[in-house]
């Protein structure tokens, strides 16, 4: 049998100070051995089935061709499935648990072609508990894949509309204000919204200004958009990301501390105006205080 993969990229929420990593990676080195396998991350938080797709459908785009192994798997050892999606005209195979994990790195490359339930325990270890299935099922998965081993014999068939569908939270429009989430924070404190330059251009129209007014809870600011972070002077700004969504962002410290916000918290866009009293009162730009630690880095 011919090999036809030679890249396994890998996903997880199992850090990196117990053995799962490395015990999930030489299992596919001892099945596979010509595969390298690149670790995208493994600092999902625990259990965020969402954090995770999200991570996953940001990597997807640059992804080599081969087989995808993601494993944020709180269900695991109960009667959730174990599934493998073949995308892009056989180019890629997702490995993971059917509970909405894959779904939104799928539809980025296409949409699922063929899919089935790993259930053929010719491809598997012999396992003494349930509860690794990164280990037991999906590495062993990855590896028959990149050796030849046709999906189809890996388990049983079944329909991809029937897989467990991934949560993409929207942006609202309500009342010419965008009713917007955090989807991300990333180790720099820049705070990732579900909102694209797309978004705001179908609701205000091209042109609409150099500023926009946010409201994280009981605080309301008005942010002006740039280009870079270096151009943010003194306070938060708005910016379109490397992955093409709006960020807010603070030169070398954390928007997200600034702002106290985390994933899934809620945000309020609205279009400045000059003579809006509240942004005049709540202040253009952040006071810096003098001394404070910053974090250097995007």
Known sequence: MDPRFETVSFLSDYGTSDEFVGVVKSVIREIAPHVTVIDLT??????DVRGGSLALARCVPYLAS????????????????????????GEG??????????????????????????????????????????????APAAAHLCNGVDLEELGEAIDPALLLPGIVPLPREVGGALECEVLWVDRFGNVQLNVSPDDLDE????????????????????????RAYGEITGGIGMLVDSYGMYSLAVDRYSAAAELHLAATDAVTL??????????????????????RSREAGR
Do not use: K
């Not at 493994?42 to 259990?47: S, Y």
């Not at 779904?103 to 980025?108: E, H, L, Q, R």
């Not at 063929?114 to 396992?127: I, K, P, T």
């Open 270 to 291: 609205e279009r400045y105006d000059d003579d809006d009293p509240r942004g005049r009162r709540r202040g253009q730009t952040t006071p810096v205080t003098l001394g």
């Open 93 to 138: 195979v997702l490995v993971g648990p059917d509970n909405g994990l894959l779904p939104s790195a799928v539809a980025m490359t296409g949409g699922a072609e063929r899919a089935v339930v790993l259930d053929n325990r010719e491809y598997q270890l012999d396992a003494p508990g349930p509860t690794f299935a990164g280990r037991d099922v999906f």
């Open 203 to 226: 609701m205000w129209g091209q042109g609409w200004g150099d500023r926009v007014r946010v409201t994280v809870g009981e605080q309301v600011r008005a942010v002006p958009l740039v």
């Open 42 to 47: 493994h600092d999902v938080t625990p259990f």
């Open 66 to 89: 081969g087989v995808v192994l993601a494993v944020v798997d709180p269900g695991v050892g109960t009667d959730r499935r174990a599934v493998a999606i073949e995308v892009a005209g």
